[in-house]
């Protein structure tokens, strides 16, 4: 029987706590988006936050695009703010707490354990 789950304890501790950070990630977007939104809320701005949750939710059910969709989630805070600032320096502008979870968050998602799982189990 296929069971859907959004977390999967069975799975590497790094695809683990990668799933959580996602999920987390989109918790504290989504609080962001609803205590500053002056203008109401854009499809744009939802669309990497639900990106994160199906990406998180695909890995957690062993999907290969789960796994390619969450990778693609935590690098785009660097893409967005390398197109954002105008000397293209990536990390420019971000708090450091943040700028520690975004580059554990793709620490995780990258590792070899992570890698290797993902090409031997994932569908």
Known sequence: ????????PSQPQTLVI??????????FA????LSSSFAGVRGVDVL???????????????????????????????????????????FGGADPITLLFEIALIALLLHPQSRHYQKVWFK
Do not use: K, Q, S, T
Request: proline share 5%.
């Open 30 to 33: 989504i609080l962001f988006l």
């Open 48 to 90: 990497p936050i639900a990106a994160g949750v199906a990406g998180a939710y695909g890995i957690a059910n062993e999907r290969r695009w789960g796994y390619y969709l969450a990778v693609a989630v935590a690098f785009l805070p660097f893409v967005l703010a390398a197109v954002i600032n105008g000397n293209h320096n990536p």
């Open 1 to 8: 029987m296929d069971r859907r789950r959004w977390l999967n």
């Open 18 to 27: 990668g799933c959580f950070l996602l999920y987390i990630n989109a918790a």
